[in-house]
T-cell receptor, first 114, second 114 residues
Framework: GAGVSQSPSNKVTEKGKDVELRCDPI?????LYWYRQSLGQGLEFLIY????????KSGLPSDRFSAERTGGSVSTLTIQRTQQEDSAVYLC????????????FGPGTRLTVT | AQSVSQHNHHVILSEAASLELGCNYS??????LFWYVQYPGQHLQLLLK??????LVKGIKGFEAEFIKSKFSFNLRKPSVQWSDTAEYFC????????????FGGGTRLMVKP
């Protein structure tokens, strides 16, 4: 079946602009995660959605970052007033409920803020 | 908060050499442990995972890892590497009281020379 898809694959934006990144999880996966991979660093957790529960936003680096998940499926990560330090690859993953289930990762969106 | 350390940032091996990549975590409670791999141009994918039971776990492509609780370690091993193992390897930890998100190490880039 189809894996996790993300769009766009690449995004170049000017400092100060807002951007929206989209994630389509695997059908039937109730858990959805956003991570960020900055140059030379590992993956950093951003936010986690599980079913209809309130999302865990503990990893969001600032209030310029927000995310929503509509209808328990597609998710959008929004970064307002982008800064150069926001440049990174943003990865989305989905899984069945429960920490023991494998997280399936999408291809990522490479964001470059000029 | 838990953290994960991968002390080897870059490893270069010749084919048929043995591999061991270190992973240490800093959390004293119950943990779930993972190794993910990212081949060039591909998505992150799961190599293996440990939740409970036999501390020696076997994954895909001949990889295995051993959980040593007393050392807070989960090192990845392969007795004989191949050129196709060239990739970046990430160790990740889920702490049982921290939701389902993963905390990743900084990654180890492995290059296998033919």
């Amino acid at each position: 079946g189809a894996g996790v898809s993300q769009s766009p694959s690449n995004k170049v934006t000017e400092k100060g602009k807002d951007v929206e990144l989209r994630c389509d999880p695997i059908s039937g996966h109730t858990a959805l995660y956003w991570y960020r991979q900055s140059l030379g660093q590992g993956l950093e957790f951003l936010i986690y959605f599980q079913g209809n529960s309130a999302p865990d936003k503990s990893g969001l680096p600032s209030d310029r970052f927000s995310a929503e998940r509509t209808g328990g499926s597609v998710s959008t990560l929004t970064i307002q007033r982008t800064q150069q330090e926001d440049s990174a690859v943003y990865l989305c993953a989905s899984s069945l409920q429960g920490a023991w289930h494998e997280q399936y990762f999408g291809p990522g969106t490479r964001l470059t803020v000029t | 908060a838990q953290s994960v350390s991968q002390h080897n940032h870059h490893v270069i091996l010749s084919e048929a050499a043995s591999l061991e990549l270190g992973c240490n975590y800093s959390y004293g409670g119950t943990v779930n442990l993972f190794w993910y791999v990212q081949y060039p141009g591909q998505h992150l994918q799961l190599l293996l995972k440990y939740f409970s039971g036999d501390p020696l776990v076997k994954g895909i492509k001949g990889f295995e890892a051993e959980f040593i609780k007393s050392k807070f370690s989960f090192n990845l091993r392969k007795p004989s590497v191949q050129w196709s193992d060239t990739a970046e390897y990430f160790c990740a930890v889920n702490a049982n009281n921290a939701g389902n998100m993963l905390t990743f190490g900084g990654g180890t880039r492995l290059m296998v020379k033919p």
